[in-house]
């Protein structure tokens, strides 16, 4: 968002407050723009899960209403989570909204279709939520078998455009999680696993 703004943007963020890693991310995302988009304005407003059952979602309705044509920029909701960006872009694209850029994080399949396709969707990052799974269980048994914990609350992310979201997506329609090739966590893990 800030690398397309020259510094300057509009950046509305739709905060789901139920879960703690939604709060951190937009708290990380405020602090990035902060640093690195210092023109620009963050409004921000809440957004509860349950509205994803429901048409619109209600809360996205609602911004698109006090804000007409021309006066949203950027929207990213949940923390940023792709969950909740894909009701939402689908809503702005039925209501021919196509002033609005969304950023979304975790790489569905859904956000990543609407990237390569061209539509309002401009990124998403993904999460390496396979990584994370091996990388707890090679703590568990480091610690089951009384080694020292490593530092695994850092995880590597993958920033995802219309430049490279072809391979992502064809990860996604064969069902299986990316990774970038340049990071390959099963290999490490298996052979630090074959020693003693």
Excluded at 52 to 69: C, E, I, R
């Amino acid at each position: 968002m800030a690398a397309n703004h020259d510094g300057a943007g509009q950046v509305n963020l739709l905060v789901d407050h139920a879960f703690p890693i939604n709060v951190e991310r937009a708290e990380g995302l405020v602090s990035g723009l902060e640093k690195y988009c210092s023109g620009c304005s963050v409004e921000e407003g809440s957004f509860a899960t349950v509205e994803l059952t429901k048409p619109g979602p209600p809360s996205f309705n609602a911004l698109l209403s006090s804000h007409p044509t021309g006066e949203l920029e950027w929207v990213t909701a949940g923390g940023p989570s792709d969950t909740y960006i894909e009701p939402m872009f689908k809503t702005a694209e039925q209501q021919g909204r196509e002033e609005i850029k969304f950023f979304g994080a975790d790489a569905e399949p859904a956000v990543l279709q609407n990237i390569s396709e061209g539509g309002l969707t401009q990124a998403t990052l993904y999460s390496p939520f396979p990584y994370a799974t091996w990388a707890a269980v090679d703590e568990v048994v480091r610690q089951a078998a009384g080694l020292k914990p490593w530092k695994a609350d850092e995880l590597p992310t993958g920033y995802i455009t219309p430049e490279n979201v072809a391979e992502p997506l064809k990860a996604a329609d064969n069902s299986e999680p990316w990774a970038p090739k340049s990071f390959n966590f099963k290999a490490m893990f298996e052979e630090l696993w074959s020693g003693s």
